[in-house]
Every structure is written in C-alpha cells, then in structure tokens.
C-alpha cells in the first residue's frame, strides 16, 4: 500500500510499504480522506525520535485522520460501509489494568499511530477498532473529522480543568494546541479567555473567535494584564500550553487564590516549579497525556456549530505533495495553523 513513510531522520518517501491488513471482527476497513499533520510527525520528521521514542525502523507518519468505511468486522454493529468517520489514533489493551480503572489512554501498552514502531495513518486504508471509531455527522467534513484529534486534547485540558460557567481562563501559548485547549474552554462556559503568545500571526488567528483576548508577550507582563482584566484577583484557570521552560517563571502569580494549573505543553527537560507560590494560593495542579472519552463529546460540538475549527486549516496538499507539505510544516510558518494532507478526495 501507498505511504508517507519516515525512513530516517529528515528522510522522508512517499511509497509502497507492507501494512497489516487481517481485519478482526471488531474492527472496521477505512479508507483514508484527510490527514492533519501534527508538531510530533515533525519533530520525528527533524529530529527521529520523541524522548525515549526512537525511529530505528521506517515509519508510516500521521495520526490525525478521518475518511470512509468501506468494510467492517462480523461483530461490529455500530458502523457501516459508507459511514465517514475519524478515528482515535490510540489503541489500548482493553484488558490492561490501566484501562480497566478506567484510564486507557495510561495504558503502556497503548498502539498510538506513528509513535515507534507503531504505523501511522498516511496511507490509503486502515484497519482500526471499530470502538475507536466514531461516526461523523454529513454536515461535519472530513476536513473538521480529521481536527477532532487535537481538539480532543482540548477537550480533555478543560474536562481536567473543571471549567465553570464564566470563568477566566488564561491559556499561555497560541499554537494549534493553545487555541483548541481555548476554544474548549470557552465550549465548557469560560466567560473570558486570555491567550498569550509572541507570535502576533498567531494570536490574530486566535482572536478570531469571540471570547478570546491576545496577549503579546513582547508587549508587557501577562500578570500584569490578568491582573487588570481580573480585578487583581488573577484567573480560574491557567492552561500551559507553550511547552516553554520560560513559562514556569511566575506562573503561578496568574491564578486566583484556590485556581487551577493545567499542564498541556510538554517542555523539553525537567522545569523548576515555584512550590511555596502554588502553595499559598492551595493551586490545583493537572496534567493530561492526551485524552480519553472526548471523541464524542468532540464529535458533538462540532456538529453543533457551537465550535468551528475550520478557520484553523491553514492549507491543504494532495498525497503526492506530502513531501513538500511537511517540508512546509517544517518551516513553522507563524501564520500555519494547522496544515491537511488530502488522501483521497479533493484539494481545496
Ligand atoms: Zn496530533
């Protein structure tokens, strides 16, 4: 079958490769439409490895997929040829311990596509649970069906962050991650949200939507400014979602007094934390490895119109450009958002 495949670091061919094709009889056959491409398909692209995963064997790319069914297993009953669908890229053993508590997105034996040595999704067809496959409405696009899996780290961030109805929420870092973690706050009932960032691209793409308010970081502190916007009581919730060592500094003099920390962005190393600060406003600390039980809820919002992400695909290529489309991603272009590779289907 036909695929993006990571050969070794910063070497990239689009070309056939073996891929598993038994179909068990919970598991659907879907024929790939689009494929958003994710800051970690780069980074294995640049660098070869996440921490301790290593590319060591050729590796099919991309995990943010939606497209068709065209076959489902005897037992699937939820699903049919012809459903458009996307899919969680995480597959956990249903049987572990980890997902029997009730956390399967912990489980370590979790399959996530193109994570070493597990395959990815850009590639013509897939064969995947069909419990990690969910429905999408025909008003929802596979273009909107292939955000849901960032959007579901959103979700997750402000299902962990127990938003509640109007309140201030700051969210430091305006990448595509920042502003779905906004955007489901605000889908959650935050009345005010503020999104700092350095990149005035970014934030204007991220002021877009009601409810936002940009912080340029270069122009000020960002205390200062929740301060203002806050009485000098500080905000509910502060998202990191910078991944910036940087952003550590005084993190905690952005929260109300009982608010809580929600840590989304992944730096690169070990961050000091001010411990006595968080404690004397009794902060509330979490933290999310990417989500679990939100494709749903995802789902539904979307088709609402309550969220609508498609102002954030910033460009799409055909397969045959994926090269060129993540040499693209690779730049970081401040004003790209999200970039989509379109498998099957056609080119906006
Ligand atoms: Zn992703």
Redesign the pocket.
């Known amino acids: 079958m036909k695929a993006l495949v990571l050969e070794e670091r910063l070497h990239l061919s689009l070309r056939e490769i073996d891929l598993a094709q038994e179909m068990g009889p919970l598991d659907a056959r879907i024929r790939i439409g689009r494929v958003?491409i994710?800051?970690?398909?780069v980074h294995y692209y640049k660098h070869g490895r996440i921490g301790s995963f290593v590319v060591n064997a050729p590796m099919v790319l991309g995990?943010?997929a939606a497209g068709v069914v065209v076959a489902v297993g005897d037992e699937v009953r939820d699903l049919a040829p012809g459903d458009r669908v996307c899919m969680e890229p995480g597959i956990p053993d249903m049987t572990s311990r980890a997902s029997r508590e009730g956390h399967y997105n912990l489980d370590p034996a979790v399959r996530f596509w193109a994570t070493p040595p597990i395959h990815g999704c850009l590639t013509s067809e897939v064969i995947h649970p069909a419990a990690f496959t969910f429905k999408l409405p025909d008003h929802v696009s596979l273009a909107e069906g292939a955000m849901v899996?960032?959007f579901a780290?959103g979700m997750h961030a402000a299902t962990k962050a127990q938003i509640k109805p109007g309140a201030t929420a700051v969210v430091i870092g305006a990448g595509p991650i920042g502003i779905m973690v906004a955007l489901s706050a605000l889908a959650a009932g935050a009345g005010q949200m503020i999104v700092s960032d350095l990149s005035a691209e970014k934030l204007a793409i991220a002021s877009q939507y009601a409810g936002i308010v940009p912080f340029d970081i270069r122009s000020g502190s960002l205390a200062e400014r929740v301060a203002e916007l806050t009485d000098g009581w500080g905000a509910d919730v502060v998202f990191e979602a910078s991944g910036s060592t940087k952003a550590f500094d005084g993190i905690f003099d952005l929260l109300a007094p009982a608010g809580t920390l929600v840590l989304v962005g992944m730096p690169p190393g070990a961050v000091a934390l001010d411990v006595v600060a968080a404690q004397a406003k009794e902060a509330r600390i979490e933290t999310i490895f990417r989500y679990a039980n939100v494709y749903p809820k995802a789902v539904a919002l979307l088709a609402s119109g309550k969220v609508d992400l498609k102002p954030l695909i910033s460009a799409d290529f055909s397969f045959n450009q994926s090269i060129a489309a993540f040499e693209r991603a690779a730049e970081s272009r401040p004003a790209d958002i999200k970039l989509q590779i379109v498998v099957e289907g056609s080119v906006s």
């Open positions: 958003g994710c800051g970690s398909d995990h943010e899996e960032p780290v």
